[in-house]
């Protein structure tokens, strides 16, 4: 095998498939399909603590940031100033700098705010954060993006928990083509075949909660999922031969009668 | 009970001994320093500074730590709530 890591920021990472911790039934599923899933990185949001009942288990307890990347993400915010707000909070709680940085446009779609990203992104790269931006599949964004100085760039595949899979494979390509940050495709994957897809595009790393938590059984999903972003890659990196029209047979015509 | 100072905690009135601390408040609320965040009237404190920090009247405070979250609904951050486990 050869070298094959994903580095980001000067982090290094060794799966390429990166989980979300939502939609659980409890912490014990979250936690088994987060080791059958292989991820080494999870995200987290930030949230209020529950004070009138302490008896309410942490997920820090089941997710030991020793052992995994700890991705704080500033999902809900529909405004630069909340966004940054809980970017900073999530650093104050203390696992790190990193934050993936979401801004949403309107709940119907939960579609990036990519102006009110590009802001934010701003803001929180001159604090020192390493942003890691929720954005759309606009390639003149993500240059946007990384000019600024993201270090990655984690393009929507779909409407977060839709499921649809990849909707424009082309503009994805564009952005593998235009951006020299690692390209971490976000939100929208359904099933296996969809985080395949991804990989052999070119994707860096494929980052999805809704596909595996959401599955009739998730544990199963994040197994499925560990193959497909590993099959993936590895067509990518093998390269596919070129599609065409009429056949072209595998078995010599030498030797025939 | 001495004199007391009545706060906001997470959006819930509550009363505390005029000259407690934010470390006094979390040892009382039984929550550990590690991994949360706190916020003092929209400032967020450095945990170093949470036994220095005493309340005052009227004070909000904000107290904050990480939940399960890939991509929360914008509906269940309005509830403000920690409900995000729940299965859709």
Known sequence: MYDDRLIIAGREFKSRLWVGTGKYKDFVETKKAIEVSGADVVTVAVRRVNITDRSKENLLDYIDPKKYTILPNTAGCYTVEDAVRYARLARAAGVSDLVKLEVLGDEKTLFPDTTGLIE?????????????????????????????????????AAPIGSGLGIRNPYNLKIIMETVKVPI??????????????????????????????????????????????????????????????????????EGML | ???????????????????????????????????????????????????????????????????????VSGERMKKGTDRCMTTD
Do not use: W
């Open chain 1, 184 to 253: 971490i495709v976000d939100a929208g994957v359904g099933t296996a075949s969809d985080a395949a897809l991804a990989m052999e595009y070119g994707a860096d790393a494929v980052l999805m909660n809704t596909a595996i938590a959401g599955a009739k059984d998730p544990i199963a999903m994040a197994e499925a999922m560990k193959y497909a972003v590993h099959a993936g890659r590895l067509a990518y990196k093998a390269g596919r031969i070129p599609r065409k029209l009429y056949a072209t047979a595998s078995s010599p015509i």
């Open chain 2, 1 to 71: 009970m001495a004199e007391a100072v009545r706060i906001q905690v997470n959006g819930q009135q509550r009363d505390c001994r005029m000259g407690a601390t934010i470390g006094d408040l979390l040892r009382e609320l039984e929550i550990k320093t590690e991994r949360v965040a706190v916020e003092l009237n929209l400032e967020i404190l450095d945990r170093n500074d949470f036994e220095s920090r005493s309340l005052s009247q009227g004070d909000r405070v904000e107290i904050l730590s990480f939940i399960g979250g890939g991509c």
């Open chain 1, 120 to 156: 934010a992104a701003k803001i929180l790269l001159k604090e020192g954060f390493i942003v890691l931006p929720y954005t759309n599949d606009d390639p003149i964004v993500a240059k946007k993006l990384v000019d600024i100085g993201c270090p990655a760039v984690m393009p929507l």
